[in-house]
């Protein structure tokens, strides 16, 4: 009984894994694809700027600008998607330590539970001797 136990547990916590990095790289997926629709936004903005105005070309300067102002965005977005995944592990590493101390818990639990039921058959075996 206690190593059926011992495995639903095991199971269950499999599971609870398996869905917490689902939910962590749906989570990602959906905050890179949000970070890509607004640079696709912001080159959309500046390309019908540039059409509208009708510049063609644009003095290397700017250029060198706009690029160096993606790569800021670009860095900045990294930094945050590194951030948000180290505090998505902190937080699955908290909830599995969670889940392991419930374990042991219910573990010990039932590990007491046990001892009692042994104690009480054998306080009955005795009792049922001594008649």
Known sequence: ????YIEQITKQQEQIDEQLKQAQNQQY???VSSKLDDI???????NSSLQSSKQLTLPIEELVALS?????????????LQMKQDQLEIEQSSWKNQLREKEQQQL??????????????????RTIHMK
């Not at 696709?40 to 500046?46: I, T």
């Not at 039932?110 to 009955?124: A, P, T, V």
């Open 1 to 4: 009984m206690e190593k059926l």
């Open 68 to 80: 160096k102002e993606l790569d800021g965005r670009f860095q900045r977005s990294i930094r945050q």
């Open 40 to 46: 696709l936004k912001f080159q959309q903005q500046e």
């Open 108 to 125: 010990l639990q039932l590990e007491q539970e046990k001892s009692q039921i042994d104690k009480q058959f054998k306080e009955r075996l």
């Open 29 to 31: 997926v959906e905050y």
